[in-house]
C-alpha cells in the first residue's frame, strides 16, 4: 500500500467561499461562515484523513490590502500558508469574477511559489455554466493550467478537486502522516466555542457592524455534565454596543441562543453560555488587545 500526505493553502478574495469549501472538503465544519467579508481572521487547518491519504487544508483570511494592525496579522497568516504548502487553492466567486488587483496577486504567486496552484470557480450554483466562459477565458490567458468549478456549498465537484489535489502529492510507502487521524481541526474548543459566537453576531447583525467585532472569552469551566461559559463580545463603538444588545436585549439573547445550541453540538454536553458586550475603542489597532483576543504575530 502506498500513501499521500500534503498541506493545500485555501486562498482568495474575502467571501470567495474559502470557509465553506474547507468544510466540505472535511466534512465537518471547522471554520465559521458568514455572508461578510473578512469573516475568518486565523488560519484554521481543516484535516481530511482516509486509510490512504492525509490532506491538511489551510483556510486563510480573505486577500486584502493592510489597514490595520488586524489587517496585517490576517495577511501575514496569508503568506505563511502559501509558503509551508504542497498545493496552492486559489477561490474566485464566478458569480463576482476576477479583479485586477486579484491578477496582480496570482501573477506574483505564480512568480514566487513552485508549488502548483489550481484556480478554482466557486459558487457554480449561482451561475449558468455559460456565463463562466469569460472568466475561463481570463484565468487561461495568466497561464493557469488547472482550474475546475464547483460548489461549496452543495458539494459539486469536489470529489474531483480531491482527486486533482491527490494527483501533485508524490507516494510514500511508509504512512508519512503528520496529524493523529482522529482530529479534523488543529484548534481547541475553545477557540471553536468563541468562533461560533462570533459567527452568529455576524450572521445576526447588518453591515452597521461590519468587521469590528471580537470575542474574548473569559471563563470556561466544565463542571460535570455543564459547561460554563462566559464570554465578552467586544466591538468598537457605544452605539455599536446598543446595536449588539438590542431592544430590551433582544438581539444579544438571540445570538447567545443560537450560539448555545451549536456549542451544546459541538462539546455534546449542556452549556450555561453568558454574554457580555464590551467597547474597546480602536481595538484592531492596539496590540494588546490583538493578543488578548488571539491574534498575535511572533513578531510583536
Ligand atoms: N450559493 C453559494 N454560496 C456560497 C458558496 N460558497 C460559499 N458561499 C457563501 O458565501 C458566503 C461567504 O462564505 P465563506 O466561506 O465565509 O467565505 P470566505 O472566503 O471564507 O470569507 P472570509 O473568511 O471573509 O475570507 C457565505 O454566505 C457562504 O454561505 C457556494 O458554493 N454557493
Ligand atoms: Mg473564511
Not at 493553502?9 to 471547522?30: D, F, M
Not at 459541538?266 to 464590551?278: G, I, P, R, S, W
Not at 480602536?282 to 493578543?291: G, H, K, V
Request: glycine share 4%.
Amino acid at each position: 500500500m502506498t500513501y499521500k500526505f500534503g498541506y493545500i493553502a485555501v486562498v482568495g478574495k474575502p467571501n470567495a467561499g474559502k470557509s465553506t469549501l474547507v468544510n466540505c472538503l472535511i466534512q465537518n465544519k471547522v471554520a465559521i461562515v458568514s455572508p461578510k467579508a473578512q469573516t475568518t481572521r486565523n488560519n484554521i487547518l481543516g484535516i481530511l484523513t482516509t486509510q490512504t491519504y492525509q490532506l491538511v487544508f489551510i483556510d486563510t483570511p480573505g486577500v486584502h490590502k493592510s489597514k490595520n494592525a488586524l489587517d496585517k496579522f490576517m495577511n501575514k497568516n496569508i503568506r505563511s500558508a502559501e509558503g509551508c504548502a504542497d498545493v496552492i487553492l486559489y477561490l474566485i466567486d464566478s458569480t463576482k469574477g476576477l479583479e485586477d488587483f486579484e491578477c496582480d496577486y496570482l501573477k506574483s504567486l505564480q512568480q514566487n511559489t513552485d508549488v502548483e496552484i489550481v484556480i478554482i470557480l466557486n459558487k457554480i450554483d449561482l451561475i449558468k455554466k455559460t456565463k463562466l466562459l469569460p472568466l475561463l477565458q481570463k484565468v487561461s490567458e495568466l497561464g493557469f493550467e488547472f482550474v475546475l468549478s464547483l460548489s461549496a456549498k452543495t458539494g459539486e465537484n469536489v470529489d474531483d478537486l480531491i482527486q486533482l489535489i491527490l494527483q501533485f502529492l508524490p507516494d510514500s510507502q511508509t504512512k508519512n502522516f503528520v496529524y493523529d487521524e482522529n482530529y479534523y481541526t488543529d484548534k481547541s474548543l475553545k477557540f471553536m466555542v468563541s468562533e461560533i459566537i462570533r459567527e452568529k453576531a455576524l450572521n445576526f447583525l447588518n453591515d452597521e457592524i461590519p468587521h469590528g467585532l471580537s470575542v474574548n472569552i473569559t471563563k470556561y469551566e466544565q463542571k460535570s455534565t455543564l459547561l460554563i461559559v462566559e464570554a465578552d463580545i467586544v466591538c468598537e463603538k457605544e452605539s455599536h454596543k446598543s446595536i449588539i444588545i438590542g431592544k430590551n436585549g433582544a438581539m444579544i439573547k438571540k445570538i447567545g441562543q443560537s450560539a448555545r445550541k451549536d456549542i451544546e453540538e459541538l462539546v455534546n454536553t449542556k452549556v450555561y453560555l453568558n454574554l457580555f458586550v464590551k467597547v474597546k475603542k480602536d481595538w484592531r489597532e492596539n496590540l494588546n488587545f490583538l493578543t488578548e483576543f488571539g491574534y498575535k504575530n511572533e513578531d510583536w
